[in-house]
């Protein structure tokens, strides 16, 4: 699917995104990464759901995001409690949804100026 959306300077967006990819302003990704309104970190270490460890959420609440944005990939899968202490300790909000409705989320909270990070996994 092809998302239209304002760009506004210098905010990423997800522009599109399929089955087993997403783009973020026209560049077209396909392994797990982190977007941030300002920067994309492509090098997510985890493969898939089934690989995700407590780090992978110590890293993201090292970004200090308001809000994190979990895709799950192609369905929604809750991670277990213990693996996102690292967020809740440091009073961020998880939204855990499909990779689809994280990409159209991030875009919305992205365009209202919001501290917002959409960590991707496709598998």
């Known amino acids: 699917m092809k998302l239209h959306l304002s760009n506004i300077s210098g905010t990423n967006a997800?522009?599109?995104?399929?089955?087993?990819?997403?783009?973020?302003?026209?560049?077209?990704?396909?392994?797990?990464?982190?977007?941030?309104?300002e920067r994309?970190?492509?090098?997510?270490?985890?493969?898939?759901?089934?690989?995700?460890?407590?780090?992978?959420?110590a890293g993201l609440a090292a970004l200090a995001?308001?809000?994190?944005?979990l895709g799950t990939g192609s369905r929604l899968r809750f991670p277990r409690p213990e693996l996102t202490r690292a967020l809740h300790q440091a009073r961020i909000g998880?939204?855990?949804?499909?990779?689809?409705?994280?990409?159209?989320t991030f875009n919305i909270l992205a365009a209202e100026d919001r501290k917002v990070a959409a960590a991707l996994l496709f598998h």
């Open 40 to 57: 994309v970190l492509s090098d997510w270490r985890p493969a898939g759901f089934d690989t995700l460890e407590a780090a992978d959420f």
């Open 94 to 104: 998880l939204e855990v949804m499909d990779l689809q409705a994280a990409c159209r």
């Open 14 to 37: 997800f522009t599109a995104y399929g089955e087993g990819y997403v783009m973020v302003n026209q560049t077209r990704y396909e392994r797990s990464l982190v977007v941030l309104r």
């Open 65 to 69: 995001p308001e809000i994190v944005l």
